[in-house]
């Protein structure tokens, strides 16, 4: 799946921004974006499963919680990619 695919979903672009923030719990994103977008857990767990799968969150266990990252790098590829798209 190319970024642009990726990241024209809102729902996977709204778990990007939350992540911008810093490490949070599955739970966390969970409970904003279900709060917002109206949709189920196993549905969030899908969108961050489709972002870990594709390199822009990452995911690391602490006891029972999974706590979950954007990764700079990929985001800066998708950025360079874009900047080149835009003939800057």
Same mark, same amino acid.
Do not use: K
């Given at each position: ?31 904003? &974006? $279900?709060?917002?977008?109206?949709? *189920? ?9 489709? +972002? #870990? =799968? @594709?390199?822009? &969150? $990452?995911?690391?266990?602490?006891? *029972? ?9 990929? +985001? #800066? =590829? @998708? ?10």
């Amino acid at each position: 799946m190319h970024a642009l695919d990726l990241l024209g979903d809102p729902v996977r672009r709204r778990l990007l921004e939350l992540l911008a923030g810093g490490e949070r719990s599955a739970g966390a994103l969970g409970a904003v &974006v $279900r709060a917002e977008f109206g949709i *189920t857990q196993p549905a969030v767990s899908q969108q961050l499963r489709v +972002l #870990r =799968e @594709a390199g822009f &969150v $990452r995911v690391r266990p602490s006891g *029972t919680t999974r706590l979950y990252a954007a990764d700079p790098d990929r +985001l #800066r =590829e @998708a950025d360079e990619w874009l900047r080149r798209v835009r003939g800057g």
